[in-house]
């Protein structure tokens, strides 16, 4: 019997300290791979944001040699004679660019980092229903990011095809190369199997985990918006990811193995027919494509706007303003997403009874994304604001991801895409949403959580110090390319449309329809980039010193909040919860009147008795 206790306290010990690379590396923790993904999603957005920076230079400055460059043998082989960037290295900087900004900088961090991290302390559960599942999930991604940054260190270079990676360009690009396999074209598309595959696993594991684990009391209308968001968008994943999973492995076949899912009869390369079956379709991989590709626009602004829905009735001190009507907006959010796809491809010349249907529901869907501002932007009247720094970046959200949206409406109507597809305007529209809009409210989200994690508060002076740049940079940067998109400047000129200089004066400019009065404002827009990078040297100070030098927090709940994740120990332990979590009320009851104090905890019981709702959720 003293035997059998023996070996139980050591099998104890050893349970209560995993060696490190249990607790740190292969953890199945949902709070540790959380602070993975979030870690390596941030270091992915530098990357991203630095191949950008160069393509501002090239923009900017074309005939000018790109400093620093050409000292990296890496860039050296693809810059030409004088370090100038050339159309081949542009192409990859600009398929890289979006690829890395968007599926492994934003994704991850919005869904990945935020999602893990806080969904299950929200819901009162212990952990991810499928802790295995979603340790996979991380290593998945992670895989397909190295293949992804591997793929620039090939004899090919990265891929080159653009963001989108359109056939039949993407499946002949680089055949050239001995073996298709080492060549960026490829390696693109088996990383993003691997990237795909991360974010189904993810998916499952949120849906079944706030369907299954929400502690007692957690009814459906007492989540938090945050959680409803989460599972929405992990709907949107499980649903609209296996399109392009499937898009990505056909078009690896037509490339390496001489099938003809995309590839069409008679095509043309340099001139030779090219010895393929033909008889694909190229708009085929356009439809999968952007059957994911709208979808993923709310896969990045959900997680956002539910980032921004928890910090701004905490620092106003009110409730959020129609939470209800903000869950059945992202609901059908959620469902418009699925049926506008198409109005991304008006160029393909579509009848004008499809061109009319997806005119009406893009319109359409901009109803759900007006009550989900509206309401937010509500929910500051009347309150006492605390500007802290998240609530600084919450609010900025607010008409950024408005401009985005505003821009965005011109778009739907085919007339006028005809004339903005591809300009620098689309550029702008996007970026206004996912740049100044997704970025701003992650940016928050990160100095919100962030006493939570380290027991620690980011610092205020350095905050504003990445705040107030940020913002004036940001506008720097993308308000310029509607005025340059309505002029007619194409977002992939190498030279930001300097080539077209020599052409002011004769008929050819007006046929094209450039006003070349705006080129100057690509310098504008560069030198709002660079100066964008500096800001965020506060940051990344502010993140790596705050852990160990910032103002400790004085209790579990520094920012009197509500929700049940700051009913946790901080950081909160292995099963979060030192005691089984009860939620007895809603959960943004700031201000209540009668109350004793301005915020009432949703972990607090009702002193009226209350009954808890019918409702029972499976607990865990």
Not at 89 to 114: C, E, Q, R, S
Not at 128 to 153: D, E, K
Not at 249 to 278: C, E, H, K, W, Y
Request: glycine share 8%; charged share 10%; proline share 7%.
């Amino acid at each position: 019997m003293s035997s059998h206790a023996s070996h139980a306290e050591d099998h104890g010990d050893h349970h209560h300290d995993p060696p490190f690379w249990k607790k740190y590396v292969f953890t199945t923790d949902h709070k540790v791979i959380g602070i993975q993904y979030g870690i390596v999603s941030l270091l992915f957005l530098a990357v991203g944001f630095f191949l950008m920076m160069i393509m501002r230079w090239s923009i900017a400055y074309p005939d000018r040699p790109i400093p620093f460059l050409s000292s990296m043998p890496w860039f050296d082989s693809w810059l030409d004679n004088e370090a100038r960037v050339g159309g081949d290295l542009y192409n990859m900087l600009g398929a890289m660019h979006g690829t890395i900004m968007i599926f492994l900088g934003v994704v991850p961090l919005a869904f990945g980092a935020f999602g893990n991290y806080v969904t299950p302390l929200q819901i009162g559960a212990p952990d991810m229903a499928f802790p295995r599942v979603n340790m996979a999930s991380f290593w998945s991604f992670f895989i397909g990011g190295v293949m992804m940054l591997a793929s620039f260190f090939m004899p090919s270079g990265a891929a080159k095809a653009g963001w989108t990676n359109y056939s039949p360009i993407a499946t002949i690009t680089d055949t050239h190369f001995l073996s298709l396999l080492w060549t960026g074209g490829t390696q693109w598309l088996l990383a993003m199997v691997f990237l795909i595959t991360s974010s189904l696993l993810g998916a499952v594991n949120f849906i079944t985990t706030i369907i299954n684990l929400r502690c007692k009391g957690m009814s459906w209308m007492r989540m938090p918006f945050f959680v409803w968001a989460m599972l929405v968008t992990g709907f949107l994943l499980l649903l609209a990811f296996p399109p392009l999973e499937v898009a990505a492995i056909m078009q690896l076949l037509d490339r390496t193995t001489g099938t003809s899912f995309f590839i069409p009869t008679g095509l043309n390369v340099n001139g030779m027919p090219m010895d393929a079956a033909g008889g694909g379709s190229p708009l085929l991989y356009q439809h999968l494509f952007w059957f994911l590709g709208h979808p993923e626009v709310y896969v990045l602004i959900l997680p956002a706007i539910a980032i921004v829905a928890e910090i701004i009735p905490n620092n106003t001190r009110r409730p959020l303003w129609g939470h209800h009507t903000m869950v059945y907006s992202a609901m059908v959010l959620g469902f418009f997403s699925f049926i506008v796809w198409a109005h991304h491809m008006y160029m393909t010349g579509m009848g004008a009874g499809v061109t009319t249907f997806f005119q009406t529901v893009t319109v359409l869907i901009s109803v759900p994304s007006v009550i989900l501002i509206t309401s937010l932007m509500i929910s500051l009247w009347g309150g006492s604001i605390r500007f802290n720094t998240p609530m600084l970046f919450a609010t900025a959200f607010l008409p950024m991801f408005g401009i985005g949206g505003l821009t965005g409406l011109p778009l739907a109507f085919s007339e006028l895409d005809l004339h903005l597809h591809d300009t620098y305007y689309v550029i702008g529209h996007f970026h206004y949403v996912v740049a100044p809009g997704s970025l701003f409210a992650l940016f928050a989200g990160v100095y919100y959580w962030y006493p939570k994690h380290t027991g620690r508060y980011m610092n205020e002076t350095l905050g504003h110090l990445h705040f107030w740049p940020s913002l004036i940079c940001m506008n720097g940067i993308f308000a310029p390319m509607f005025l340059q998109g309505m002029a007619g400047f194409h977002r992939r000129a190498v030279d930001g449309g300097a080539a077209y200089e020599q052409l002011s004066h004769t008929p050819a400019l007006q046929w094209l329809g450039l006003d070349m009065s705006m080129i100057d404002l690509n310098i504008v827009t560069s030198a709002s980039a660079w100066i964008m990078a500096i800001a965020q040297v506060p940051f990344v100070i502010n993140f790596f010193w705050s852990a160990r030098m910032g103002k400790k927090v004085t209790s579990d709940n520094p920012w009197q909040a509500t929700t049940l994740e700051w009913a946790t120990p901080t950081p909160p332990p292995h099963g979060n919860f030192l005691t089984e979590p009860v939620a007895c009320r809603d959960p943004y009851e700031y201000s209540v009147p009668g109350a004793d104090t301005d915020f009432t905890p949703q972990w607090e019981p009702d002193p009226s008795g209350t009954p808890e709702p019918e409702e029972s959720p499976v607990h865990h």
